[in-house]
């Protein structure tokens, strides 16, 4: 009878320790991590990447390339990995026809760039590289200079902040004769403002045209804007100026293509 009490009693006890034992909870699995971009396409080495801009004008150091008219723009760039690049661009203008010296056929712009960009130090870049301007067209016939245009340039730039030189190698620089030594400095900001997706864009550049009696096309520019990245789309609303003097920049359609300007654009990368 004593074994039988004994043998319910640490039956009971088991049973009561069984109970405050707390279950086996499974492990919650720790999220998936979000899938990686897909890397760019490449060829030879070089990344292929690329943009397509619409714009209500075409701003090019703070003059409109298309009398204050919309612009369509693409660009493809190719990059390596150890930092050499080459790029086409091609935007519409009008500013060859709107300046009323004939009858040519340059509607259109093409940029071909390329050179080197040295990642020397964290957030610090080292750009140099030469860019040719083209405007494809007869100019036989009529009173100017071929435009199209070749520069080489220096760049240095630091974070959200970038300073380049540029500089006319070719004779003519962008129509106007024996301007070779002409030059481009400018100072360019793209300040994030912190989380929000906003970044603040601010410019000053100095246009100075070498040769004898070219100084009144020498002028200062400047551009303060706000851009943010939407879905994919980057939208960009900027106010320009540039010190433009009239009897130098006042096409026949009697518009000064620099002073104050407001443009918005919108760009998709890919």
Same mark, same amino acid.
């Given at each position: 009878?004593?074994?039988?009490?004994?043998?319910?009693?640490?039956?009971?006890?088991?049973?009561?320790?069984?109970?405050?034992?707390?279950?086996?909870?499974?492990?919650?699995?720790?999220?998936?991590?979000?899938?990686?971009?897909?890397?760019?396409?490449?060829?030879?080495?070089?990344?292929?990447?690329?943009?397509?801009?619409?714009?209500?004008?075409?701003?090019?150091?703070?003059?409109?390339?298309?009398?204050?008219?919309?612009?369509?723009?693409?660009?493809?760039?190719?990059?390596?990995?150890? $930092?050499?690049?080459? +790029?086409? %661009? !091609?935007?519409?203008? @009008?500013?060859?026809?709107? =300046? *009323?010296?004939?009858?040519?056929?340059?509607?259109?712009?093409?940029?071909?760039?390329?050179?080197?960009?040295?990642?020397?130090?964290?957030?610090?870049?080292?750009?140099?590289?030469?860019?040719?301007?083209?405007?494809?067209?007869?100019?036989?016939?009529?009173?100017?200079?071929?435009?199209?245009?070749?520069?080489?340039?220096? $760049?240095?730039?630091? +974070?959200? %902040? !970038?300073?380049?030189? @540029?500089?006319?190698?070719? =004779? *003519?620089?962008?129509?106007?004769?024996?301007?070779?030594?002409?030059?481009?400095?400018?100072?360019?900001?793209?300040?994030?403002?912190?989380?929000?997706?906003?970044?603040?864009?601010?410019?000053?550049?100095?246009?100075?045209?070498?040769?004898?009696?070219?100084?009144?096309?020498?002028?200062?520019?400047?551009?303060?804007?706000?851009?943010?990245?939407?879905?994919?789309?980057?939208?960009?609303?900027?106010?320009?100026?540039?010190?433009?003097?009239?009897?130098?920049?006042?096409?026949?359609?009697?518009?000064?293509?620099?002073?104050?300007?407001?443009?918005?654009?919108?760009?998709?990368?890919?």
């Amino acid at each position: 009878m004593r074994l039988r009490s004994i043998l319910s009693f640490v039956a009971a006890l088991c049973g009561s320790l069984q109970a405050q034992t707390p279950p086996v909870v499974a492990p919650v699995a720790a999220p998936a991590p979000a899938p990686a971009a897909p890397a760019p396409p490449s060829f030879l080495g070089f990344a292929v990447t690329g943009t397509a801009t619409l714009g209500s004008q075409y701003i090019f150091r703070g003059l409109t390339q298309t009398d204050g008219r919309p612009t369509v723009q693409a660009e493809i760039d190719l990059a390596h990995a150890d $930092g050499w690049y080459l +790029s086409l %661009a !091609s935007s519409n203008i @009008s500013w060859l026809a709107d =300046a *009323g010296v004939g009858t040519i056929s340059a509607g259109v712009e093409v940029d071909v760039f390329g050179g080197y960009k040295w990642a020397f130090a964290k957030d610090w870049t080292l750009d140099i590289g030469a860019i040719r301007y083209l405007y494809p067209g007869d100019y036989s016939h009529v009173s100017i200079t071929s435009p199209n245009t070749t520069e080489g340039y220096l $760049g240095l730039s630091y +974070s959200w %902040a !970038s300073l380049k030189y @540029s500089r006319v190698l070719s =004779a *003519g620089n962008f129509g106007v004769a024996k301007a070779d030594g002409s030059s481009y400095i400018d100072l360019s900001l793209a300040i994030p403002l912190g989380e929000s997706g906003w970044t603040v864009l601010a410019h000053g550049g100095k246009t100075t045209y070498a040769g004898t009696g070219n100084s009144p096309l020498d002028y200062t520019d400047y551009k303060l804007g706000l851009a943010k990245e939407i879905k994919g789309y980057t939208f960009a609303l900027a106010g320009t100026n540039a010190d433009t003097k009239d009897v130098a920049y006042k096409n026949p359609l009697g518009n000064n293509i620099g002073k104050s300007r407001v443009t918005l654009t919108i760009t998709k990368a890919f």
